[in-house]
Each structure stands twice: as C-alpha cells, then as structure tokens.
C-alpha cells in the first residue's frame, strides 16, 4: 500500500529546464524575424503609396497640362482624397514631375 501512494509521477527539473531551453532557444530565433517583417511591409507600403500617387500625378497632367501644381491643387480637383492629401507630407513633385520621397 506504501508503494502506490509514494510514486509520485510529474516532470523532474531537468525536463523542465530543457523544455524552457528550447522555447527560449525558439524565441531568440523568431522575434528578430518579427521585427524585420514590420520593418518590411512599412517600406512596402510606403513604396506602394508612392506608385499611387505618382499615377495620380501623371493623370493630373494629362488633363491639366504640366505647369506649377502642388498636391493640394490635385485635391482640389478631385486627383486626391484629403487622406491621401494628409500621406503627402513626406512627397514632393520635382520638376519632372516625379514624385520624389523627401528625406527624413
């Protein structure tokens, strides 16, 4: 009767520091990943906004001629939401027309 009652049963704590090994192991391997993803889908966003509002801006010209224009004149005209207006903040429009991300 004293047998069954003293066998304890559970993990001893050489498996639990191994399992807590490998987890810690697990985690320094995928936060750095985490953190380049976000770092990579911002610059994609960004690079996309960019392709956007160049599109616009070539169709602003098409209908309007290539003289002096901001980013507001194409809101005024319907070429751009006033979120995008809002996003426009870090652009400009060099003199060739190409949308040019300014430096931050």
């Not at 990579?40 to 169709?59: C, I, W, Y």
């Not at 005209?77 to 060099?94: C, H, S, V, W």
């Amino acid at each position: 009767m004293r047998r069954l009652f003293n066998k304890e049963e559970g993990f001893t704590l050489i498996e639990m520091s191994l399992v807590l090994f490998i987890i810690s192991a697990l985690l320094l391997l995928f936060i750095p990943n985490l953190s380049s993803n976000k770092e990579s889908a911002a610059s994609t966003g960004n690079q996309a906004f960019q392709t956007v509002l160049q599109s616009q801006v070539e169709m602003y010209v098409m209908d309007n001629g290539s003289g002096e224009f901001s980013f507001a004149d194409m809101e005024r005209e319907g070429y751009l939401t006033p979120a995008q207006l809002e996003d426009t903040k870090n652009y400009t429009i060099n003199d060739k027309g190409i949308v040019v991300k300014n430096a931050e």
